[in-house]
């Protein structure tokens, strides 16, 4: 069945734009001033907060390692858990991923820390190459501490099964600090990336490039996940964030964003049609 025209425009951008010289100036001093928004959404006290909470968990993947390696003997009797735990913990870290993704695109203002990188991401994607691994990761440290922290109260248990809860935790730490880059990887153009993470990304074991170009697609209501993408399906086929929203909006009133995302693209691409000889 062909799709309505209003609707194509939406799934296809393109179809309602050209690139030429002067769009193109423009668009660069409409990042600028955009850039310029957003350093004003991102106070000192966030950027102080994100080293901290980087410095942290680096301290804490460290020592965990070291203790690792000074009590071997504890890790065969749960080695299955503790292999069980790794690729486990490589998907949670996924689903985590896109909840706080969710979250931060659909609900909150525009201008507040933490949530305007994400809303400022859906206009200029490619700008998120140009961030710095603080800016980048610091805010999924910030959750991130609450994982190391569970991870070495539950070595303080002797037992083995939680060895491998700690492992678990530590597991997703460490995937959840790289997420942010991982996503960048998916946004920077392939002759840039070294040859190991393109492999990477097309074996699908990072966030795949065509798959997360999905989501940047209007209204944003789909392929949140941008760890490695394969929690994706399941939790659009079986509606995983619409069932979050509508837990949110029973306890708020509100809408998510990508609703009126949707709703104002189909009456300006509705007008525009009108508009046409």
């Given at each position: 069945m062909a799709q309505p025209e209003h609707l194509a425009m939406i799934t296809n951008p393109s179809m309602t734009q050209q690139s030429t010289p002067s769009t193109a100036r423009?668009?660069?001093?409409?990042?600028?001033?955009?850039?310029?928004?957003v350093n004003k959404s991102y106070p000192f006290w966030q950027r102080f907060l994100e080293i901290t909470a980087l410095s942290l968990c680096a301290l804490s993947i460290s020592c965990f390692l070291l203790y690792l390696s000074l009590h071997v003997s504890l890790i065969y009797p749960a080695r299955f858990r503790v292999l069980v735990s790794i690729p486990l913990a490589y998907l949670i870290t996924d689903l985590l991923s896109?909840?706080?993704?969710?979250?931060?695109?659909?609900?909150?203002?525009?201008?507040?820390?933490f949530v305007a990188p994400?809303?400022?991401?859906?206009?200029?994607?490619?700008?998120?190459?140009?961030?710095d691994f603080v800016e980048l990761n610091g805010n999924t440290c910030?959750?991130?501490?609450?994982?190391?922290?569970?991870a070495w109260l539950s070595l303080l248990i002797p037992d083995t099964p939680w060895l491998a809860t700690a492992?678990?935790?530590?597991?997703?730490?460490?995937?959840?600090?790289?997420?942010?880059?991982?996503?960048?990887?998916?946004?920077?153009?392939?002759n840039e990336l070294p040859k190991i993470l393109r492999f990477a990304q097309e074996s699908n074991i990072i966030l795949n490039?065509?798959?997360?170009?999905?989501?940047?697609?209007?209204?944003?209501?789909?392929?949140?996940?941008?760890?490695?993408?394969?929690?994706?399906?399941?939790?659009?086929?079986f509606g995983y964030y619409e069932f979050l929203g509508k837990i949110?909006?029973?306890?708020?009133?509100?809408?998510?964003r990508h609703k009126s995302i949707l709703e104002e693209t189909i009456q300006k691409n509705s007008d525009s049609l009108a508009s046409r000889p």
């Amino acid at each position: 069945m062909a799709q309505p025209e209003h609707l194509a425009m939406i799934t296809n951008p393109s179809m309602t734009q050209q690139s030429t010289p002067s769009t193109a100036r423009h668009e660069k001093a409409t990042v600028q001033k955009d850039h310029d928004i957003v350093n004003k959404s991102y106070p000192f006290w966030q950027r102080f907060l994100e080293i901290t909470a980087l410095s942290l968990c680096a301290l804490s993947i460290s020592c965990f390692l070291l203790y690792l390696s000074l009590h071997v003997s504890l890790i065969y009797p749960a080695r299955f858990r503790v292999l069980v735990s790794i690729p486990l913990a490589y998907l949670i870290t996924d689903l985590l991923s896109g909840t706080i993704h969710w979250a931060m695109d659909n609900w909150g203002s525009d201008t507040a820390p933490f949530v305007a990188p994400f809303r400022r991401h859906h206009l200029h994607p490619e700008e998120i190459t140009q961030h710095d691994f603080v800016e980048l990761n610091g805010n999924t440290c910030l959750v991130g501490l609450l994982a190391t922290l569970l991870a070495w109260l539950s070595l303080l248990i002797p037992d083995t099964p939680w060895l491998a809860t700690a492992v678990f935790l530590q597991v997703t730490l460490v995937f959840g600090v790289l997420t942010n880059s991982i996503h960048a990887w998916a946004h920077t153009s392939k002759n840039e990336l070294p040859k190991i993470l393109r492999f990477a990304q097309e074996s699908n074991i990072i966030l795949n490039r065509r798959h997360h170009q999905e989501h940047h697609r209007a209204p944003h209501h789909k392929n949140y996940a941008i760890t490695n993408g394969l929690t994706n399906g399941v939790c659009d086929r079986f509606g995983y964030y619409e069932f979050l929203g509508k837990i949110v909006t029973s306890i708020s009133g509100q809408q998510p964003r990508h609703k009126s995302i949707l709703e104002e693209t189909i009456q300006k691409n509705s007008d525009s049609l009108a508009s046409r000889p």
